[in-house]
């Protein structure tokens, strides 16, 4: 089981070697349980979306995520639980582990969110990057929402005098961080078991 958390550094998306920003990572449950986080508790799930990868387009995606996950991320394999409650489906997913040497540890929050207003790299502003997260996560559905994102993004919100509301309307574009390129289009959503099995399978 996995918490997230903005404890990875980013030197080449959203900050740059002199002054990176920071982007979130997956940690395992455990790990976080010995953390002094500055959030009273974690959400039972972490949630997100599971892509098939159409077969004639594996390697190209590989190799786009690979450079541009290789900034402390590694790859790792989870179960992903469909919401639909259907079996679990064994994901590929790119983790910052806390054994890496972009791995910041925990940071109170208002200093952290300070931060990320102020930092910027080649894929835009870190601010932009928190308040897509959180757009994309209460998107997924009510349950979705994640205390340590929201808190985040409403304290950079205030930092900016920003007004509390929706990311698209302060012209945030959510496909920057969540999404490749329009065209490659290598992606399919992921909604079975079968599915997942047969990519795995061709793959």
Known sequence: MFSSLFTEASQDHRGTPEAPGRVVTLIEREYWQSLTDHHQSAPERVWGVAYRIEREKVAEVKDYLDIREINGYSIQYASFYPAKGEAA???????????????????????????????????????????????????????AGDEHVSDLSSRARAILGLAEEPASNIAIAIKAETAISSEHEPFKQEHSIDEQEETEKDS
């Open 89 to 143: 489906i064994r994901t590929l997913v790119y983790i910052g582990t806390p054994d890496n040497d972009q791995f910041t540890g925990v940071q109170e929050p208002q200093a952290l969110s300070e931060h990320i207003t102020r930092s910027h790299g080649p894929s835009g502003p870190n601010i932009e990057y928190l308040l897509s997260l959180e757009a994309a996560l209460n998107a997924l559905g009510p349950e």
